[in-house]
C-alpha cells in the first residue's frame, strides 16, 4: 500500500527513522489514508524497506506522539486524524519553511576546528591527553561516593557558580601552586574553557570592540569572540610568546586573551618582560588580560613562572583553567577566577545562560583535590607525559631530517612540527590523516601570521605510533606534489 509513496535515501544526512516519519505524515497530511486506515505492522514494512524494525517503530512513536498515528500492542498501527499531519505555514507545496540562522547563529555554528585537516578520534590527536593513564577505578570510586553523600541546595537551583566545597579547594590549590589571588567567592565553575570564553566575552565586550589575541593561537578563543560580535586583532607570537608593541596604534582592546604558560601551538613558555608589557597594555587600554592556564601542570623542567594574575594588579586579569587535560575532557569542569567586583555579575550571566557544571562531578572533584589523590594523578602522569613528548620528537627529526624542525617539548600534551620550505601543510595533515592519524595543520592556527608545519598529540602515545606517523609524514612529503603554502 506505500508502493511508490515511501523510500528511503541511504546517502542522505537524514536518519532513516526520520524518513520513515516524514513520508508517512506526508502522506497522511495529504490525505492519501483516511481515518482508521491500517498502516502496515512494523515487521511487515522493515521487511519490505530492508531496514530493521527498531527504525520502523521509531518512525511509529514519533507519529503517535503527534496524534497521525495510533499504536496499540498485539495490532496494527492505525491513522488516527490524518488533518492533524497537514503541515502548518510553509510554502504552496506543503513543505515547511526553513528557518535561517542569525549572523551570530552562523558565527556559533561554523566549526573552527574545520580547517585544521585533523580528524576526531585520530591517533596523535592534538590537545587529547591520555586515556590508559586515567584512574577509572579511582575516580569511579570518588564517583559513587559523592553521589551517596551530596547535600544541600547545590543539588537544587542553589550555587550556580559552582559547588562550595569545589571552589575551596580550587582557591587553596590555585594559591598555592600558581600564585593566583584566589577566594572561593571569586572562582566560577562552569562545564568547558569555550564556556568561559563565549561568558567573558558576551559579557565584557560589546559587538564591534577590539580583542587581541596570539597568531598564531588557540581557535576556540577566536571562534569565541567572532561570535560575541568582537573585531579579532592579531597579536604576532615570537619566541618570547605574544607581542603587544606590534599592535601600537591600532585599535584599542576590551580583551587581551594569551596563553603565557604555554603558548598555544607553539608550547614556548612567556617571558617575564612580555608578561609585564601585556600587562602595561592592559592598563594603558583598560582591557582585561585572559590568560588560559590550560596545561600549566605539565611542565617537565624547572618551575613553573607564576600566574600572570598574581603579577598584576586586582582586576586586571581573569585566570581560566580546565580539568579537561589533567583528567579528562568528558568531565566537563572548567573554572574562571574574577575579579571580585565582577564576580557576582558573571555569576548571574552564567546562571541565566546555564553555563552550568554537573554538582556531582564538581564534589567528586573536590574530594580528588583534598585527599591529595589529584597531585598524586598529576605526578604520575607528567613522568609519563615527558616519556612519550621526547619518543615522538626523536621520531620525528630522524624520519625529517632537515624538512622539519621539532623541539623537545617543555610541557603539555601536544608538540608543533615546523616545514623547512612551506608546503600546504592542510593537505600533509589531510593525507597524513587518512592513515589513522588525527594531526593538524600548523598554519590554520595563524590569522595573518601563518607557518607551515603540524600540531601532533603525545600523551595518548601507544607503541609504533611515533614512528609510524613520522613515517607518514616523511612519505607524504616524498610524494613531491604537494602546493606550497
Known amino acids: ?97 526553513a528557518v535561517a540562522l542569525s549572523r551570530r547563529g552562523r558565527e556559533m555554528s561554523a566549526d573552527p576546528w574545520a580547517g585544521t585537516g585533523r580528524r576526531r578520534g585520530g591517533r596523535l590527536e592534538p590537545g587529547s591527553p591520555a586515556l590508559d593513564c586515567f584512574p577509572k577505578d579511582l575516580w569511579a570510586q570518588t564517583l559513587r561516593r559523592a553521589a551517596r553523600t551530596l547535600r544541600g541546595g547545590a543539588m537544587f537551583y542553589e550555587e550556580t557558580a559552582g559547588y562550595p566545597a569545589l571552589r575551596e579547594a580550587l582557591a587553596e590549590y590555585l594559591t598555592r601552586e600558581r600564585g593566583v589571588r584566589a577566594t572561593p567567592g571569586r572562582v566560577l565553575v562552569l562545564p568547558s574553557t569555550q564556556a568561559s570564553l563565549q561568558l567573558v566575552a558576551q559579557c565584557l565586550a560589546d559587538p564591534g570592540d577590539a580583542a587581541w589575541i596570539e597568531d598564531p593561537g588557540y581557535l576556540g578563543a577566536r571562534a569565541a569572540f567572532r561570535a560575541a560580535g568582537l573585531s579579532v586583532q592579531p597579536m604576532p607570537v615570537d619566541g618570547q610568546g605574544g607581542d603587544p608593541s606590534a599592535l601600537a596604534g591600532g585599535p584599542s582592546p576590551r580583551l587581551i586573551y594569551v596563553t603565557p604558560s604555554h603558548q598555544y601551538p607553539h608550547g614556548m613558555r612567556m617571558t617575564l618582560e612580555r608578561r609585564a608589557m601585556i600587562l602595561d597594555a592592559a592598563r594603558a587600554h583598560g582591557a582585561v588580560v585572559l590568560e588560559d592556564d590550560y596545561d600549566s601542570e605539565f611542565l617537565f623542567s624547572g618551575r613553573p613562572l607564576a600566574a600572570m594574575q598574581g603579577l598584576g594588579a586586582d582586576g586586571e586579569v581573569i585566570y581560566l583553567g580546565t580539568f579537561s587535560k589533567s583528567m579528562l575532557p568528558g568531565v566537563r569542569v572548567a573554572y574562571m577566577v574574577v575579579p571580585e567586583h565582577l564576580a557576582g555579575p558573571l555569576a548571574t550571566a552564567q546562571r541565566v545562560s546555564g553555563m552550568l557544571a554537573s554538582v556531582v562531578t564538581q564534589a567528586a572533584l573536590a574530594d580528588f583535590i583534598v585527599s591529595g589523590r589529584y597531585r598524586a594523578h598529576l605526578k604520575r602522569i607528567q613522568g609519563i607525559y615527558q616519556a612519550r613528548g621526547t619518543v615522538l620528537a626523536g621520531a620525528l627529526r630522524a624520519s625529517l631530517g632537515g624538512l622539519a624542525s621539532v623541539a623537545d617539548p617543555v610541557g603539555g600534551v601536544q608538540l608543533a612540527l615546523r616545514f623547512r620550505d612551506p608546503v600546504d601543510d592542510l593537505e600533509v595533515a589531510r593525507r597524513v590523516n587518512a592513515r589513522g592519524f588525527g594531526v593538524a595543520s600548523l598554519s590554520s592556527y595563524g590569522i595573518r601570521y601563518r607557518q607551515s608545519g603540524l600540531v601532533i598529540g603525545f600523551a595518548g602515545l601507544a607503541e609504533g605510533d611515533a614512528r609510524d606517523c613520522a613515517s607518514a609524514i616523511a612519505s607524504v612529503l616524498e610524494e613531491g606534489d604537494l602546493d606550497k603554502a
Open 1 to 97: 500500500m506505500l508502493d511508490g509513496i515511501l523510500s528511503l535515501d541511504r546517502s542522505l544526512p537524514v536518519p532513516l527513522p526520520e524518513q520513515v516519519y516524514r513520508g508517512l505524515r506526508g502522506a497522511i497530511g495529504e490525505g492519501r489514508f483516511s481515518t482508521g486506515t491500517r498502516l502496515p505492522s512494523s515487521r511487515v514494512l522493515a521487511t519490505s524497506l530492508g531496514i530493521s524494525r527498531n527504525t520502523v517503530n521509531a518512525a511509529y512513536e514519533l507519529l503517535a506522539a503527534e496524534g497521525v498515528v495510533s499504536v496499540r500492542p498485539g495490532s496494527a498501527p492505525r491513522v488516527a486524524h490524518h488533518g492533524a499531519a497537514r503541515p502548518q505555514g510553509g510554502s504552496g507545496e506543503g513543505g515547511a519553511r
